[in-house]
Structure formats: C-alpha cells, structure tokens
C-alpha cells in the first residue's frame, strides 16, 4: 500500500507488516498512543460508526457480545456506556488488551489471534462486532465464517473493512456465499467514513445469521 500525504507512518506500517510477528511489535511499541493518533491524527470513525449500527438493530441489553479485535476497548466504551455490559473482548496484542483491561468495561478479554479458529463453541453469541480489524496486513475475509458460527440464529455480525482491503480481498464472494447459502443475510451494508483525515472510507456491514 501506498503511503499518501495524509497517512500516519504507523498506520502505514501496519498496514504493510510482513507477518504477525511484525505486526505484534508495532502494537506493543504503539499501544500507549493508539487512540491519540487514530482518532486525533486519522480521524478514525469506525469504533462510532460499528456501535451506532449494532445498537440500532441489538434491543437485547442483556445480549452476550464479542468484541473481536478489540484493541485498546473503544468500541467496549460506547456499548458500555449504552448498558451493554455483557461484553467480552479478544485481541491478538498483549499491550492493547492490557489498556483495554484498565477500563473494567469486559467481562472477559482474552489474547487471541482471529485468523486461526475461535476458542468459542458453536451459538456463543448475540453480536459479533469487529471494528477496524478488516484492514491490510491484519485479518481477512475467510474469518467472517468462524465470526458466523459462534453467532446464534439470528444473532447479528457488524464489522467494517477498510476500503483498499475491501478491494483487495474476495469479501463479496464470500458474504455471498453466505447468504446464498441461507445462513446469513443483509441488513445494512454500506460505504461510510472510515479514517476522515486520511480520506479513507469502508464497508459497513451488518449481518443476521438465519439458520
């Protein structure tokens, strides 16, 4: 990925890690700023733009919710605040997860990398939200489908997918092959803001399992 005039050079390098193992280090280095520069410097919206939608659709204030790659606990800070308090987050950054543990917003916050198979039975479950960890270098499509089998019928999945990663990636064919296949199907899905400052925009999506 390019690096554009308006990028922030540690979002630029996580985007273009060469593994996980470099991915890690740029975390562990970048927890204690994270939230400054993504919001302040890039103007990042996806942590708003993911609750609001799951909020609007979530009536259940009792719901069990995964925040999956919950970094420093953004997204757990505004579901929280709305009296979701059945929260439990995982994150493959010791670092990250140890800030999002000072904010005593989860019931549970476990190290986890999500490219590999949830450590979650079958219809676990309400809501999967997943803010800001469909992005370049980080988690791909293929894991919508782990993301769909801990979620109960008719729980929700609300994720975004950053724009050059959404083009990058097969992440139509594989909702598609989801929904044909009658296990899921579209409730929102759209283009929002993502990074404003950087000028970089998403896909906003929420899904409901079906069967």
């Keep these: 990925m390019k690096h554009t005039k308006n990028m922030i050079s540690t979002i630029y390098d996580t985007l273009n890690a060469s593994d996980l193992d470099e991915l890690e280090d740029i975390y562990k280095n970048w927890a204690s700023d994270y939230e400054y520069d993504v919001i302040q410097l890039a103007g990042y919206v996806g942590h708003l733009i993911t609750s609001d939608l799951l909020l609007n659709n979530l009536e259940n204030s009792n719901a069990r919710i995964l925040d999956a790659g919950c970094g420093t606990g953004l997204v757990g800070e505004i579901l929280f605040k709305n009296n979701f308090k059945n929260i439990e987050g995982i994150d493959f950054s010791e670092e990250m997860l140890s800030i999002a543990n000072q904010k005593n917003i989860y019931k549970s916050l476990n190290l986890f990398d999500l490219t590999k198979k949830l450590a979650y039975s079958n219809n676990s479950f309400d ?84 069967c």
Aim: charged content about 25%; aromatic content about 10%; hydrophobic content about 35%.
């Design 127 to 210: 809501a999967v939200i997943c803010a800001g960890t469909f992005t370049c270098g980080h988690v791909g499509p293929e894991s919508l489908e782990e993301m769909l089998r801990i979620t109960k019928k008719g729980g929700f999945i609300c994720f975004t997918v950053r724009k050059q990663e959404w083009e990058a990636a097969p992440y139509m064919k594989i909702l598609d092959k989801l929904v044909n296949s009658y296990s899921l199907k579209k409730v929102v899905h759209n283009t929002s803001d993502y990074n404003i400052k950087e000028g970089v925009s998403c896909q906003l999506c929420l899904y409901q399992k079906t």
